[in-house]
DNA sequence: AGTGCGATTGACT
DNA sequence: GTCAATCGCACTA
């Protein structure tokens, strides 16, 4: 069978609408291009921070750190949360709009042995389940932040043959602030969902 | 300049 | 289930 070429998203095909692009992002894959191979994944949790949010990061507007969440949709803004794991989203909405779309978890495809070694350790469902441990998995950090995930770099995001799998909807994880809001977004029945399990039902 | 607090994780009871 | 690590950022003074 001859080989399919996964292909970019056209930006054009970015839904400006932050929480219809959180849902449009579940099953797309990420490719992660380094010097020592490819990895992918296939995403299955997002979160969306959107205007008026008292949770977004840029709810008081822009700032050095959240200024990728303004870029164009289509664009990495990567923070290091608790000083310990970093965080990728991507930039939803036209230019000058600070929201986003946290990826929160993935289903490792390919490059497993490359995840394996930057993850330390051989638990597959481990390896991408939440958003630092997927950072750490595909070596991302801030050097990423504002890269344009349709385009042809270091990370950008391919289309997939993507059927339709249920999906589940239910509050954000570990926020303190507009936490009643179900802008969480995830697979039903992916084994690669991070979270507890009464959020995933 | 000092303080409090996370869009988390891994280790441990 | 609980809890500390760790540090950049936003906020106060």
Redesign the pocket.
Known sequence: MPHQAITHLPRAELPANTQALARFLLGKLIIRTLPEGEISGRIVET?A?LVGDA????F?GM????RS?FLERGHA?V???????F?L?VSSQEAGVGE?V?I?ALQPVKGLALMEHH???TNLR?LA??????A?ALRIDRSLDGADLCGPGEIWLGADEFAGDEVGASA??????DADRLLRFYLRGSAFV?G?RALNL
């Open positions: 979160e921070y949770a977004s990061h840029a008081r700032t050095v750190r959240n969440m803004y923070y290091l949360a608790y000083g310990t794991s965080m989203n986003a946290l929160r993850r330390g350790t481990d389940r939440g958003p630092g441990r997927l750490q954000r994880i570990g926020i303190t602030r991070s507890p």
